[in-house]
């Protein structure tokens, strides 16, 4: 009967022992019964939750790391029963922020990772000594033939990734089946005149019948890659666009952060973009750099990639992609803070930099070969 | 070109101004990209959000209601692009909290409100002068025969609403197709013997293909109700469960809690799961009650329940479910707090004050009855 660990970090107020609050989260969220109600063979079965460590923050008077153990099979069943284990009912507490897990591989067909990751990306791209370089088609409310065009430029400038938007989806100015045909259409053209590898990876952000119906023409019209927020269609429906379709995977953190506001409650980043996130198969996972119009620190975004490209269990490694606010005059700083293995996405300041936006993502691609020491592959 | 509008609570810092925050969210929500890059066409078509009305706070130096006009055609596509538009991306950033929202006759088929409501639950229990008497299968590790033995004592005794514990769904111990099937035909011998009208509510907690399968086979068993986590398995596949099938709706909170954790970023109680769940479709929305093991304020309490019951365009009402650590002992308090039109859930304590289940589920009857005046209608 094998378990998982959840670490926990927890916040306790003065009348509040760290054991106590650890106990009550193993009852919480397991069999969500008082202790003396619980059936015997439904404990000895594992049932509860299981303190595994407490260990008091050393520079911290009232912080501690907690790791609880779960049985396995109360939460592999589905993405959302997982998460319903980690965190369902407290997330209605207080002061609990998750830390980080570590899954045996009876977790290996729940989460099978990134299908691509860092280096079936690169393979598909043929680009390998460089950060990619990632712009989007914005903003909402243009036409598919205003979108598809730009596009086109971006393309033929070099970028390696088109995304939609993330708040461009399937609106009445720019319905999503007829746009992905045009964008499409105009990156295969590109590609074609330029000798580009453009991928064009639209936003899908619809309920799961029509998504799916979406993806099905996506795969149709050979688009190679899509771009979706967990948090805003499910994490399972996520989780299932890995299992059941074969295109790089991007994910967004739309509407995710709540669990980020508090550092006392909801998850640290590093684990939920990152850990969560790859598992659920994100090839390539956006966050807000630190410094731009978002609140991450810089050891936020630090662990963030550790967590997207350090070894976890046999998973393949996933790109961080800081985004928000970016420019391309930071581009040697965002080198130096994130290496290689990183997906550089600049949107607006492209729009800002030249009317010709070939020209932007031309000079995108430059700056971004340049910090590499490499000329360009284009 | 219609517009709907979202009030948001915002506090600002000391070098912040609201109107200043305001623009921000205006074009972070929609557009974003800076200011000066807005195409005119975009900007004629309406695109960029609209500041309609900023009032600070009487009772606070720094805290303002803000209220901003989206163009309805930007987030009526789906539920998620609905809070794509609402809160994606600023739910990153600090200190802004949605408060309500106005929303014209657009979007009456993408939330169509509950299915039955309060009237329409009531005629199918044939339960009108008292509130609603709402027990729960667990702990989680037991047998699907076991749980199908509990149902059965809880319907004898009365119960009108059985559902399964949130964090029972698709284990290897109770599977879900066996589970329901037991459970359901448990229920349904139990009602045929006693003369009972009790309904069995499956928790639905699974990636959106297998939940298809899972909703066709409960409703293949005659199953009337399923529970369902919105913020667990998506908003979008919890409407979808509306719209496409036939089932009284109970929406659980869980994994929601960190809308609520700061009265300063997120969503009141009363927006998220009284007003948002019962536009997805809840006919009756669980939430953790104030006193119990939960941090709801009893104002919380009060406010989410008059945005389940409250007109809201031509929507019908909801239960509120106030639940959470309830007991026997203090169900005279809760029909003074929330009166008649509501769905009281005891689980834990069941088990506590009987071993008989049938005896326990009776007494709760006879309190809720007693309490509201009238004799046991079973």
Tied chains: 1, 2.
Excluded: W
């Excluded at 409310?141 to 730009?150: F, K, P, R, V, Y």
């Excluded at 998850?267 to 390539?284: E, H, N, Q, V």
């Excluded at 600049?346 to 691609?365: K, P, R, T, V, W």
């Amino acid at each position: 009967m094998s378990r998982f660990e959840v670490d926990y970090i927890v916040t306790v107020a003065k009348n509040q022992s760290a054991e106590t609050l650890a106990a009550e989260i193993c009852l919480e969220q397991t069999v969500e019964i008082p202790e003396d109600c619980i059936p015997s063979h439904v404990r000895e079965k594992g049932l509860p939750g299981k303190i595994e460590r407490i260990a008091k923050e050393e520079t911290s008077d009232n912080r501690y790391l907690i790791t609880i153990s779960y049985l396995s099979g109360i939460a592999d069943s589905s993405v959302s029963q997982f998460l319903n284990t980690l965190f369902g009912n407290i997330s209605l507490k207080n002061n609990i922020r998750i830390n980080g897990i570590r899954l045996g591989n009876e977790f290996s067909s729940l989460f099978p990772g990134p299908l691509y990751g860092v280096s079936g990306i690169r393979q598909a791209l043929n680009v390998y000594d460089r950060p990619l370089v990632c712009t989007a088609l914005k903003p909402a409310g243009l036409s598919s033939s205003e979108l598809a065009a730009m596009a086109y430029a971006f393309a033929k400038g070099g970028a390696d990734i088109i995304k939609d938007d993330h708040g461009i989806s399937n609106q009445r100015y720019s319905r999503f089946d007829e746009r992905i045909v045009r964008v499409q259409n105009a990156v295969r053209e590109a590609n074609a005149k330029y000798g580009t590898s453009t991928i064009y990876a639209p936003m899908v952000n619809d309920e799961p019948s029509v998504m799916l119906k979406q993806l099905d023409l996506c795969a149709r019209n050979g688009i190679k890659g899509v771009l979706a927020a967990p948090s805003l269609i499910g994490y399972g429906a996520f989780a299932e666009i890995r299992r059941n379709h074969e295109f790089i995977l991007i994910a967004h953190p739309a509407l995710a952060g709540t669990f980020f506001y508090s550092p006392e409650h909801g998850a640290t980043p590093a684990f939920f973009l990152g850990t969560l996130f790859r598992l659920l198969g994100a090839d390539i996972s956006i966050f807000p750099n630190s410094g731009g119009r978002f609140l991450f620190s810089p050891s936020d975004c630090d662990s963030l990639c550790d967590s997207l490209r350090n070894p976890l269990n046999a998973l393949k490694a996933a790109f961080p992609a800081p985004a928000g606010g970016m420019r391309i005059s930071n581009i040697p700083e965002m080198y130096d803070r994130y290496g290689k293995d990183t997906v550089f996405i600049i949107g607006g300041n492209l729009l800002q930099i030249s009317s010709d936006l070939s020209e932007s993502a031309g000079m995108f691609l430059s700056a971004v070969s340049a910090v590499s020491g490499k000329s360009e592959t284009a």
